[in-house]
Antibody, heavy 121, light 107 residues
Framework: QVQLVQSGAEVEKPGASVKVSCKAS????????ISWVRQAPGQGLEWMGW????????NYAQKLQARVTMTTDTSTSTAYMELRSLRSDDTAVYYC??????????????WGQGTLVTVSS | DIQMTQSPSTLSASVGDRVTITCRAS??????LAWYQQKPGKAPKLLIY???SLESGVPSRFSGSGSGTEFTLTISSLQPDDFATYYC?????????FGGGTKVEIK
């Protein structure tokens, strides 16, 4: 069965960086991309970007493009999301999601359990 | 970016009710729309893709319709497990966006 297992909760200070991992199993990792979606406390869902697990191509949300880097390690079927220059409004639960390709974008059939990132001085 | 607007933001309903949630796009997205269900403390779950295709394993009381800029998610007979928040997501462009969510509460 498909599983995406994310790393544990993080507490970071403003200005620091955080790196969240997402280990995939139950499917051929390189056949599908991974998107990252975040959800601030009590708020809706925000797409952060996508990475191809096949060739590492990325597509970042314009709002975050300067501060986010997504990578993959195909040897361990793991995707990573690093967010730099953290601010208090980056406090959120961060999800990875297996991304199904279409002619024009992606939707998500499996999600990780979420990683809470708290930014606080 | 394409803006997605859901209505209502909160909906109070009883078990057995027929429930309809609307999602409107700021420009045409053809049928490139998905619906998700999210329960507190859990990840979203895919219900519908391509506006009206039911994801495998999702009960048939869920259905989706629409194209262009207006879409609906219908639950034909609300069950206790359906009280949750529902989100639409457009994938017409490679800049994906979600609606603000509709919380379905017990009346």
């Amino acid at each position: 069965q498909v599983q995406l297992v994310q790393s544990g909760a993080e507490v970071e200070k403003p200005g620091a960086s955080v790196k969240v991992s997402c280990k995939a199993s139950g499917y051929t990792f390189t056949s599908y991309g991974i998107s990252w979606v975040r959800q601030a406390p009590g708020q809706g869902l925000e797409w952060m970007g996508w990475i191809s697990a096949y060739n590492g191509n990325t597509n970042y949300a314009q709002k975050l493009q300067a501060r986010v880097t997504m990578t993959t390690d195909t040897s361990t079927s793991t995707a990573y999301m690093e967010l730099r220059s953290l601010r208090s409004d980056d406090t959120a639960v961060y999800y990875c999601a297996k991304s199904l390709p279409t002619e024009s974008g992606w939707y998500f059939d499996y999600w990780g359990q979420g990683t809470l990132v708290t930014v606080s001085s | 970016d394409i803006q997605m607007t859901q209505s209502p933001s909160t909906l109070s309903a009883s078990v057995g009710d027929r429930v309809t949630i609307t999602c409107r796009a700021s420009q045409s997205i053809s049928s490139w729309l998905a619906w998700y269900q999210q329960k507190p403390g859990k990840a979203p779950k895919l219900l519908i893709y391509k506006a009206s295709s039911l994801e495998s394993g999702v009960p048939s009381r869920f259905s989706g319709s629409g194209s262009g800029t207006e879409f609906t998610l219908t639950i034909s007979s609300l069950q206790p497990d359906d009280f949750a928040t529902y989100y639409c997501q457009q994938y017409n462009s490679y800049s994906l966006t979600f609606g603000g969510g509709t919380k379905v509460e017990i009346k």
